[in-house]
């Protein structure tokens, strides 16, 4: 894929911690422009590291890219700060929300617009983020750390449109929320996605409800990608569906690496 058909790219890298400890093992995937890729997997996969390695916070957390290359908009991101990746139209939505809980919800989208210093023409648009989440404007004077949890994601992912985001990293936007709300939060992911064109790298451990709304799915385990594809493709795999139940036919644990082998080996054997 060319770097005018896919915003992101991510060829081949691998990433230590305390310099002993690799997470990432030749992990390679891209994210076409104006799309939702769903990157998937269990805890300890890789994920959110993933994503860190993507938008330079890695080094804050002692680990360290060794092997590989990133490019966003085509141009390779070795050596970029957070804060000018920012700049640059990449936003990360963390895990956990990370929102100013001693801020307002106005102010938390104020300073937001810290990213778009130095992006001539370019100017926040509050009345953007609450015609998404309208329950924001009713909070808006009120402190970010008094809003329920599905609120709070709401504004964390309110702050991402306010730097107006070329790609948009989501850590886990359905962590801890009910059911409803992770649908509705889901629904306004997409809607943002399809009416701004904004591309998006997506973690989460909702499977289905990830590929319900991905374009595009890479599946992880230990450290790197184990299959991909089309995320309706993917949905409907018994494969994947297995995986994800994360139990074999006994009740005993399986990967999904160990699923494919024993149907290679099956299919051998008959």
């Known amino acids: 894929m060319s770097a005018a058909e896919s915003v992101l790219e991510v060829n081949n ?10 997470v990432l093992r030749g992990l390679s995937l891209a994210v076409p422009r104006g ?6 997997g269990s805890n300890g996969a890789g994920k959110s590291t993933t994503l860190k390695t993507v938008s330079g916070l890695l ?9 590989g290359e990133i490019r966003f908009e085509g141009r390779p991101l070795a050596d970029s700060k957070p804060h000018e990746l920012v700049r640059a139209g990449l936003f990360h939505v963390m895990e956990g929300r990370r929102v100013f809980e ?8 104020v300073a937001a617009t810290y990213a778009l210093t130095g992006r ?27 809003l329920s949890g599905g609120e709070q994601q709401m504004l964390a992912i309110g702050r991402a449109l306010i730097a107006r985001p070329r790609l948009i990293l989501l850590d ?17 992911i997409a809607r943002i996605n399809a009416e701004q064109k904004v591309s998006m790298l997506l973690v989460e451990q909702n499977a289905s409800v990830a590929l319900a709304v991905a374009h595009y799915g890479y599946i992880m385990e230990n450290g790197k990608v184990v299959t991909d594809g089309p995320a309706e493709r993917l949905a409907g795999d018994q494969d994947v569906r297995e995986f994800y139940l994360g139990m074999g036919g006994h009740g005993e644990m399986k990967s999904f ?14």
């Open 35 to 40: 799309q939702i890729v769903a990157l998937l």
């Open 102 to 109: 001693d801020l307002s919800v106005e102010e938390n989208l």
């Open 59 to 67: 080094g804050l957390e002692n680990g360290e890219l060794t092997r």
């Open 172 to 188: 886990e936007p359905s962590l801890g929320l009910a059911p409803l709300l992770v649908e509705n939060i889901f629904r306004i």
């Open 120 to 146: 001539k023409g370019e100017k926040a648009d509050k009345e953007l983020v609450y015609e998404y989440f309208p329950r924001l404007y009713e909070r808006r004077n009120g402190l970010a750390g008094y």
């Open 257 to 270: 690496r160990d699923i494919k082998h024993y149907k290679r080996r099956k299919r051998w054997l008959s």
């Open 13 to 22: 890298i691998e990433v230590i911690y305390n310099k002993a400890v690799q």
